[in-house]
């Protein structure tokens, strides 16, 4: 099927007489008839829902379409972005390993790495994405598990030479993980590309609406954990699972299986089932906001760039970016509908001119439908020092603008009023 059915079609399939649109299994437990059959369950002997903290019907409905979406082997929500990226890392990653991660990744996932998991002895290095392959060779170490990305930055807007950073990690025998959060598996497919784990914040644009805090991993299931030799969680038997060996009893689908009945049974961030319902149903749009969004965002990025107000604008779509080229590889229907750009005047021209949009809205989230503004530097990348900033490729008068789908003659308007405001 292709992509915009999938979206509509994939992940529930009722039976004769069921409910037609999804139900939302508020249950967090599941009735069965014998002390044998839920010994079964536990012993990972037979396929069923035990405990909504692993698994719930309604979840997995969202989970399957978007396994199927970003053409995976299988996948696990999560209750945020934040512990989609926190499972990835931690299901193959622990003290005295390394991470290589792009310098550009959003200010939580850097904070997540740079900070908390430092605490817990893995180490990161961050580094330039655009640097070629053999500086960034250099930063690989004997004990380096993965390498890291965004498909698409927030809010740099740097698009990931995905293939560089998969030949890095393969020839050094272990992952990429990509995060797709921003052009979502509609504009840009990072397991085609040799990507080997996705993960989404779910809160964006998949969700769509603003309504539920989610996110996602998505096994690609081509990475050889046995023939990398470098993970032996996979290989050898996991004593607190009865001696299961991941990669002998799921196959091509172990880094799921191990994330979701090893990582999500210890650590919990289990989606709540309403907010897997909101994220289906988010989901079956997805294609038609997505178009709507690229094509906004390109009339308004092309609009900043004309105007004398504008000191600079970043939007992959724009022939003037640094990345256009690789978006058109990576994304050639568009990237997402997020665009950075600056105020002339710095900081506090900046913020006047935020303060004057009425259509506008000044909000932290980001990629829902309703357009929104926001000042990275005082808001989301706030506990970042200058330096750090700079680093992560944000600057003090930057704004953020999530372009929504609303008429684009409309936002374009509430843009002039508001440079109006600020002559
Ligand atoms: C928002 C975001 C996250 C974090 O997701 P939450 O759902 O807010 O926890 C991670 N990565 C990217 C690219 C994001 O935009």
Redesign the pocket.
Known sequence: MKLDTICVQTGYEPKNGEARVLPIYQSTTYKYSSTQEVGDLFDLKSDGFFYTRLANPTCEAPEKKLAALEGGVGCMMTA??????LIAILNIAGAGDHILCAAT??G??FNLFNVTLRKVGIDFTFVDPNAPIEELRREIRPNTKAVFG?SV??PALVVLDIEKFAALAHENGIPLIV?N??PTPINCRPIEWGADIV??????YLDGHAVA???AIIDSGRFDWAASGKFPEFTTPDESYHGIVYTEHFGSAAFIAKARVQMMRDLGAAPAPMNGFLLNMGMETLHLRMERHCANALAVAKYLEANENVEWVEFPGLESSRYHALAQKYMPGGSCGVISFAVKGGRDKAVKFMDSLKLAAIVVH??DLRTSVLHPASSTHRQLSEEQLVECGVHPGQIRMSVGIEDVEDIIADLEQAFRKIQ
């Open positions: 945020s972005g934040q512990s989609a990226s990744v959003y939580g996932t965004e930055a927030n995060d959060t921003f993960v989404h914040s779910t809160s964006k805090l989610g996110g980001v990629a």
